[in-house]
């Protein structure tokens, strides 16, 4: 499992290594690793050219030791001093005396410097640009005379490497709130930050590479964001006992589809029978589309209550929303079984009726339905999308999962939040969310807690979309839901 920590987190954990350690040994650690991660992108570091983007803090000084190192095998190396007077003496010693070159650029807002000056001109001839303008602690978007430097390293044919954070983004929040460098690599050191992993941050991030440099035993066991991996998931899968029949693996019902959207019946249930549940009974009109196309599937007219046992509910894909709608909605809420509501059911969502509930409720909406549900713009979900889910989580007393290009998984514990790391950016096509209710709703039939069902479903669903796009042609979502049992085999495998 890949974990994240919180820069407060972080912070101290280092403070209590540095108390064990010799003066300047954990910089040491971190620029060690750094040179690695630079030479391994070099490939050749003899001749090669590095600029370092210097700040004033920490990371700053990680930069100049890295790059002294690499000035020693050879490499030539600048630095390009953003704030002259607070660089870090002891870096900038190390790189002088490896014979590194120094540039300064004036940092304060509106100055001239660095406009078109030798700092531009040295990074447009690099092969490597090191990103230590800003660290872990920095907030708000970068300045103008980084931010012009920031222009000319994505201008330049030069791989940008960011020093534990991608200069401008928040490290703890994910958000972007200003000009920022976007890096085709990362090296963060110790821990993931929550920042890494959760977009918009994470889309400035590039590949990321995590130096170990001591802090494991003094970090909490409990992190502030987690992404399962596939052993993790693997290991979640529900696996039926030699005893087990179709009920006992469980039943879970799908209340979806109207006259007007019954393929979106049709897509929740290819999604739950996909899911590890025994049985899958479709309860709504769109009846005849589900038992033509799965008539492995059963199916009554409604109402749910009415319709037989189940261990979990799906409802709300292509719903609708009059009146019929609503009280199946009810019925299925007033149920003492799992509840995944998605779609127009969340639309139709009574929160007093969500937070009765004795059973667990899964919530699962995209940033437009969130913003709904929390009475926010929709550009304000999507800008802090880590904030948003801890959110709703608390305000509805449910586990949700928020859809998008970082799915996020959160319930109101405490607990950490779960990233997904799954994905692709062509599972935004038309029915690729009711597959994932029904995949869910069947994890969390099949017994799964809500947390777990909402993560695993997304891991599965995301791999199962790659694998459709293998070769980076369009996809469908039924293509999808029919990828979902080789992926399943591919993950238990393990």
């Not at 007077?85 to 490896?98: N, Q, W």
């Not at 070159?101 to 660095?114: D, I, K, Q, T």
């Not at 044919?157 to 200003?178: F, I, K, Q």
């Not at 799965?294 to 979990?312: D, I, T």
């Amino acid at each position: 499992m890949r974990t994240a920590y919180s820069v407060e987190t972080v912070r101290a954990a280092e403070r209590d290594l540095m108390s064990r350690l010799p003066p300047g040994a954990l910089m040491a650690r971190a620029a060690a690793g750094l040179a690695a991660a630079a030479a391994d992108a070099l490939g050749r570091v003899y001749g090669s050219r590095v600029v370092l983007l210097v700040g004033s803090g920490d990371n700053g000084g990680d930069a100049l030791y890295a790059g002294a190192r690499l000035a020693r095998r050879g490499a030539g190396v600048t630095a390009v001093l953003l704030s002259p007077d607070r660089a870090h003496a002891g870096g900038l010693a190390a790189l002088r005396a490896a014979g590194g070159r120094v540039l300064r650029v004036e940092a304060e807002p509106g100055a001239a410097a660095g406009q078109g000056g030798p700092a531009e001109r040295a990074i447009a001839r690099a092969d490597l640009v090191l990103d230590g303008i800003v660290g872990i602690g920095g907030r708000g978007g970068l300045r103008p005379a980084a931010e012009r430097l920031a222009r000319a390293a994505r201008a330049a044919r030069a791989m940008v490497m960011a020093v534990d954070l991608p200069s401008g983004v928040d490290a703890d929040t994910g958000e972007v709130a200003g000009p920022a460098l976007a890096a085709d690599a990362t090296v963060t050191f110790g821990a993931y930050k929550p920042g890494l992993l959760i977009d918009p941050a994470a889309s400035y991030a590039g590949a990321l590479r995590l130096v170990d440099i001591g802090l494991g035993p003094y970090l909490p066991p409990a992190p502030d964001v987690e992404a399962l991996q596939h052993a993790d998931v693997a290991g979640l899968l529900p696996v039926p006992a030699a005893e087990s029949d179709k009920y006992r693996r469980g039943v879970v019902g799908v209340v979806a589809g109207s006259a007007r959207y019954p393929g979106a019946a049709v897509l929740a249930v290819a999604g739950a029978l996909r899911g590890g549940a025994g049985a899958v009974r479709y309860v709504g009109p769109a009846a005849d589309a589900v038992i033509s196309r799965f008539p492995e599937a059963l199916v009554h007219a409604g109402p749910p209550a009415k319709a037989g046992r189940v261990q979990a509910w799906v409802v709300g894909p292509g719903l609708g929303d009059d009146s019929g709608s609503r009280r199946a909605l009810d019925d299925v809420l007033a149920s003492d079984v799992p509840v995944l509501v998605d779609a127009d059911g969340l639309r139709l969502l009574d929160g007093a009726a969500v937070r009765a509930r004795s059973a667990a409720t899964l919530l699962t909406p995209h940033a437009g339905e969130a913003a709904a549900l929390l009475g926010d713009p929709r550009e304000a979900v999507e800008a802090g999308r880590l904030a948003a889910v801890r959110r709703l989580a608390r305000a509805y007393g449910a586990t949700v999962l928020l859809k998008g290009s970082t799915t996020l998984v959160a319930d109101d514990s405490g607990r950490a939040v779960r990233v997904n790391p799954t994905g692709t950016g062509w599972l935004a096509t038309a029915g690729s969310g009711d597959v994932l209710s029904g995949l869910a709703g069947s994890l969390l039939a099949a017994g799964l807690e809500a947390r777990d069902a909402a993560s695993v479903a997304a891991y599965l669903h995301g791999l199962a979309a790659r694998d459709a796009v293998r070769g980076g042609a369009p996809i469908t979502s039924i293509e999808v839901a029919e990828r979902l049992s080789a992926t399943w085999r591919g993950v238990a495998t393990v």
